[in-house]
């Protein structure tokens, strides 16, 4: 009578255990390496890890492909490496563009990490909860990814709009200064903004009519809401290429507009819309912006560097020459 007595405590006791397991919240994120899954697949091209990059073309690539994705709530992203080396995914904003032509690294964010893992392996991240994830490869960061991740109640679209929330048929976006010297090219992603979210802008930079990349071109990058100027940078194209990152706080008409340095009534702009953050996001992120131009811009810099490399040649030059007639 005891026996049965104690069995019957210990296996209410296992029951137990096993109900309130069963009945835990599930997790943020889960995620393997190689199991099967019938859900989105995101794929690593051949060559990521050592992409044969023309400088004079940076363009965002598919190094994750696709690299912006949709899915819902409880839907499983599958990535799978045809690259012939390791790779991560690993949440965070990576080093972007510049990171091919600089030391420039990404920084994780704590959220979820593949590990490595290798040529025809994959990995797997099943997505619980609502919200937009960035993410790359800790290896090669300039690999980045964006995973959307929508509820059922989002208003926000997938696809870039204009001011007036009208889809952008053709991106990314061109236009010429009011003078047609200068043509401007501007794409960002996500492709949809809202608030909280860090956007890389990419700008391309042409002399017209020869059609040129534009090299060491001073610029200066302004934001406007309700026609209030909200955000300004100053910076330099190089190789007719450079970037800018930016998290809004506010919704609703946008207009990103890009000014010669040298004349400020030269310029570019271009219109979006910023929604409201449909998912848990309530952390604001502060930009950093360079004020115009001083001492220590990067215009000035440049100059510093050249002026070191001619001068100081010619210097040394003077310096021989004149030891060698005995004047010094």
Not at 24 to 38: A, L, N, T, V
Not at 203 to 225: A, C, G, K, S
Not at 241 to 246: A, H
Not at 268 to 285: A, R
Request: include cysteine; hydrophobic fraction near 35%.
């Amino acid at each position: 009578m005891k026996t049965c007595v104690l069995f019957g405590v210990i296996l209410l006791i296992v029951v137990s255990i096993g109900w309130s397991y069963n009945t835990s919240d599930e997790p943020f994120f889960s995620y393997g390496q190689g199991q099967q899954s019938k859900d989105m697949i995101i794929t690593i091209p051949k060559g990521s890890a050592n992409p044969e990059v023309d400088i004079t073309n940076l363009t965002p690539k598919q190094w994750y492909d696709p690299r912006e994705i949709t899915v819902d709530v409880n839907d499983t992203i599958i990535w799978t490496n045809n690259d012939t080396e390791s790779h991560t995914v690993t949440s965070g904003t990576g080093g972007g563009l510049n990171s091919l032509l600089s030391n420039s690294k990404g920084k994780p964010d704590g959220l979820f990490d593949s590990g490595l893992f290798g040529p025809d392996k994959t990995t797997s991240i099943k997505f619980n909860q609502s919200g937009i994830y960035h993410y790359f490869c800790t290896v090669h960061p300039w690999m980045e990814g964006i995973v959307r991740v929508q509820g059922n109640n989002t208003n926000v679209p997938s696809y870039a709009v204009d001011e007036f929330q009208k889809k952008i048929a053709d991106f990314p976006l061109y236009n010429f200064t009011d003078n047609d010297k200068v043509e401007i090219g501007l794409s960002w992603a996500p492709s949809s903004i809202t608030t909280n979210v860090p956007v890389n802008f990419l700008m391309d930079f042409f002399e017209y009519p020869q059609n040129t990349r534009m090299h060491l071109w001073p610029y200066n990058f302004v934001i406007l809401q309700n026609n209030t100027e909200i955000y300004r940078t100053s910076d330099i194209a190089q190789v007719g290429s450079s970037s800018q990152t930016f998290a809004f706080n506010s919704t609703g008409p946008t207009i990103i507009k890009i000014e010669s340095a040298d004349n400020k009534s030269s310029f570019v702009q271009f219109g979006t819309t910023v929604y409201k953050n449909p998912y848990n996001t309530s952390k604001e992120i502060q930009n950093v912006s360079n004020s115009s131009f001083s001492l220590l811009s990067p215009l000035n810099l440049v100059y510093f560097v050249y002026a070191i490399i001619i001068v100081l040649p010619l210097f040394l030059v003077t310096i021989i020459i004149l030891y060698r007639k005995k004047k010094i």
